[in-house]
Nanobody, 125 residues
């Protein structure tokens, strides 16, 4: 079992930045690929980015350039740095974990077994 707790959300003006954190506890952090997803009201949960123990990263095409995922394996924590935020980035952001298998990347929410409670990000225009 893996427990995930997100933090760092809040209200920010368009053009601003936020850094989200996700603290993991439970089983060995090294065995898990970590992902960030977001869900806006009335929309499906959307993949943002993922990172493996090796620090290799994968982004949704629409997220490249403004969002950066990173992890601190010593602290069992994964981060999402979000820059140049836009009102359309407003959503609940979720951290997720899945056991690392092979070299594939997974963008479907159903591929992740563990989820945090989410943190609200609101970008005002």
């Amino acid at each position: 079992q893996v427990q995930l707790v997100e933090s760092g959300g809040g209200l920010v003006q368009a053009g601003g930045s936020l850094r989200l954190s996700c603290a993991a506890s439970g089983r060995a952090f090294m065995n898990y690929a970590m992902g960030w997803f977001r869900q806006a009201p009335g929309k499906e949960r959307e993949f943002v980015a993922a990172i493996k123990w090796s620090y290799s990263t994968h982004y949704a095409d629409s997220m490249k350039g403004r969002f950066t995922i990173s992890r601190d394996n010593a602290k069992n924590t994964v981060y999402l740095q979000m820059n140049s935020l836009k009102p359309e980035d407003t959503a609940v952001y979720y951290c997720a974990a899945r056991e690392t298998v092979g070299t594939n990347w997974y963008e479907a929410p159903g591929a992740y077994a563990y989820w945090g409670q989410g943190t609200q990000v609101t970008v005002s225009s």
